[in-house]
């Protein structure tokens, strides 16, 4: 079983930026890989998936502020945040979305302030 960890959570005001990394206990070169959140009160969401070709879909709140990118000899998935927002506040899981069950990481907490 793949273990995910992700890391570079922290405390950003308004407008920085923050990047996400997630590293892979084994390749997950043949596997989508994923970023979601959940912010206090609310659903988990996905914020950005990345195929294994490299193709990417964003949640329509990040699109143009957020990137997705992986490093298949590192086995890690990056997510690059920048001008964030309060709203985007949240712990941020990494993940394989495809594989049953879903493999998720710990989570890494994400604090915008205003």
């Known amino acids: 079983q793949v273990q995910l960890v992700e890391s570079g959570g922290g405390l950003v005001q308004a407008g920085g930026s923050l990047r996400l990394s997630c590293a892979a206990s084994?390749?997950?070169?043949?596997?989508?890989m994923a970023w979601y959140r959940q912010a206090p009160g609310k659903q988990r969401e996905l914020v950005a998936r990345i195929g294994t070709g490299g193709s990417t879909v964003y949640a329509d709140s990040v699109k143009g502020r957020f990137t997705i990118s992986r490093d298949n000899a590192k086995n890690t998935v990056y997510l690059q945040m920048n001008n964030l927002k309060p709203e985007d506040t949240a712990v941020y899981y990494c993940?394989?979305?495809?594989?049953?069950?879903?493999?998720w990481g710990q989570g890494t907490q994400v604090t915008v302030s205003s």
């Open positions: 084994k390749s997950t070169r043949a596997n989508a």
């Open positions: 993940a394989l979305p495809f594989v049953s069950p879903t493999v």
